[in-house]
């Protein structure tokens, strides 16, 4: 029995082979690209996520009547590169590790931003939180603070007005304690006990008792 060869289909026969050319302007994943065949409009490939700019090395492929932008082989200018995915973007790095090297200044804008995590850990040498309204749920919390620096050296806090309430128990322990009131000082409580192991001094130019 004799084997024929399967014939080719015809339209992949007479498909054109891919052009190299440099984009030239275009807007709305439509450009102007020069090539040896002369000026062509490509649209954009979806698989393209990269955004073209003026000068970019591309790489056009045409599939019937339509050229396609495939892929920037190379940019002569030092531009960041800007991706545009129009219809959302879903990354699955698959991976155990992800490593962002060298990776500069990286800025994330967005209208909302969750991130879900079983461990974080941020090791920086400089950091600024800046915003309106903080909320935090946290079960348990533990700082390990080695220096607090703010105005100096020392711990320096400024507010108008600071109003605190604990159902149960605040507890202070601390090796000296200094508060310094400039207006009036007034201490209410329904049963009151001032201890101290050695001595206990009171000054003022009236006291009243009672």
Same mark, same amino acid.
């Given at each position: 029995?004799?084997?024929?060869?399967?014939?080719?289909?015809?339209?992949?026969?007479?498909?054109?082979?891919?052009?190299?050319?440099?984009?030239?302007?275009?807007?709305?994943?439509?450009?102007?690209?020069?090539?040896?065949?002369?000026?062509?409009?490509?649209?954009?490939?979806?698989?393209?996520?990269?955004?073209?700019?003026? /000068?970019?090395?591309?790489?056009?492929?045409?599939?019937?009547?339509?050229?396609?932008?495939?892929?920037?082989? +190379?940019?002569?200018?030092?531009?960041?590169?800007?991706?545009?995915?129009?219809? /959302?973007?879903?990354?699955?790095?698959? /991976?155990?590790?992800?490593?962002?090297?060298?990776?500069?200044?990286?800025?994330?804008?967005?209208?909302?931003?969750?991130?879900?995590?079983?461990?974080?850990?941020?090791?920086?040498?400089?950091?600024?939180?800046?915003?309106?309204?903080?909320?935090?749920?946290?079960?348990?919390?533990?700082?390990?603070?080695?220096?607090?620096?703010?105005?100096?050296?020392?711990?320096?806090?400024?507010?108008?007005?600071?109003?605190?309430?604990?159902?149960?128990?605040?507890?202070?322990?601390?090796?000296?304690?200094?508060?310094?009131?400039?207006?009036?000082?007034?201490?209410?409580? +329904?049963? /009151?006990?001032?201890?101290?192991?050695?001595?206990?001094?009171?000054?003022?130019?009236?006291?009243?008792?009672?």
């Amino acid at each position: 029995m004799s084997s024929q060869p399967i014939a080719s289909d015809p339209v992949l026969h007479h498909t054109a082979a891919p052009l190299e050319g440099y984009v030239q302007g275009g807007k709305n994943d439509h450009w102007l690209v020069t090539t040896s065949s002369g000026l062509i409009r490509a649209t954009q490939a979806f698989s393209c996520l990269v955004q073209p700019v003026l /000068g970019d090395k591309v790489l056009l492929q045409q599939v019937g009547d339509q050229w396609y932008l495939l892929a920037i082989l +190379e940019r002569q200018q030092p531009l960041p590169m800007q991706l545009n995915a129009k219809h /959302g973007l879903n990354i699955n790095l698959g /991976g155990k590790d992800c490593h962002w090297q060298n990776a500069g200044r990286w800025q994330l804008n967005a209208e909302t931003t969750q991130i879900q995590t079983q461990h974080a850990e941020m090791t920086t040498q400089t950091a600024q939180v800046r915003g309106q309204q903080l909320t935090q749920h946290w079960q348990q919390v533990r700082n390990l603070i080695q220096d607090l620096w703010h105005s100096g050296q020392t711990i320096w806090q400024q507010v108008r007005q600071s109003i605190s309430r604990v159902d149960e128990v605040e507890q202070k322990d601390c090796g000296h304690q200094i508060q310094r009131v400039r207006g009036n000082m007034t201490l209410h409580s +329904e049963q /009151g006990s001032i201890t101290s192991n050695k001595d206990l001094r009171i000054d003022a130019e009236r006291i009243h008792m009672g």
